[in-house]
């Protein structure tokens, strides 16, 4: 597999870029190009809050599923069910990608407040998406270089 390019970008004003990457996403319920960070700390792929209200899906009816915390605020991991992900190779060629299930976060709170706090989270590509198509991170933030490439899978045989 060809690799698939990163870019660096902060959020909320941070001082530092982090990685991300960029594709377009097609579910049930959207098709909308997408700019995710790269969380191998996170183990679901997601749905910002600003994604999914972007995308006019009714978020006041997505209050389901399992919470998480991010940022100090409680979320649900609502399901959208299984995605299609089309990304570009660093040769400018279409990669797509599918995933089981991606989720989106929707706040527990939906007052004013919580949309603003809300506004600048990024979607998230998680440790499931990597392992379902057998991708590995490579960063290297003082060269500015990111992307994601596939890796062999060894097992030990002891």
């Excluded at 997408?34 to 995308?55: C, E, K, N, Q, R």
């Excluded at 649900?76 to 990669?95: C, Q, V």
Aim: hydrophobic content about 35%; aromatic content about 6%.
């Amino acid at each position: 597999m060809p690799r698939l390019p990163g870019l660096m970008k902060t959020i909320a004003g941070g001082e530092r870029p982090l990685p991300h990457i960029s594709f377009f996403l097609r579910t049930s319920h959207v098709s909308k190009p997408v700019v995710a960070l790269i969380d191998t700390g996170s183990s679901s792929t997601v749905l910002s809050p600003s994604d999914i209200l972007s995308s006019r899906m009714p978020i006041s009816k997505m209050q389901s599923g399992p919470s998480v915390r991010l940022g100090g605020l409680t979320f649900f991991n609502h399901s959208l069910g299984p995605a299609s992900m089309t990304f570009k190779t660093e040769k400018n060629e279409p990669f797509k990608a599918d995933l089981p299930n991606i989720g989106a976060l929707v706040p527990t709170k939906l007052d004013q407040k919580t949309r603003d706090e809300v506004k600048l989270y990024p979607s998230i590509i998680g440790m499931d998406f990597l392992e379902h198509q057998r991708l590995a991170l490579y960063y290297n933030p003082s060269a500015k270089i990111i992307y994601l490439e596939s890796v062999s899978v060894v097992k030990d045989t002891e």
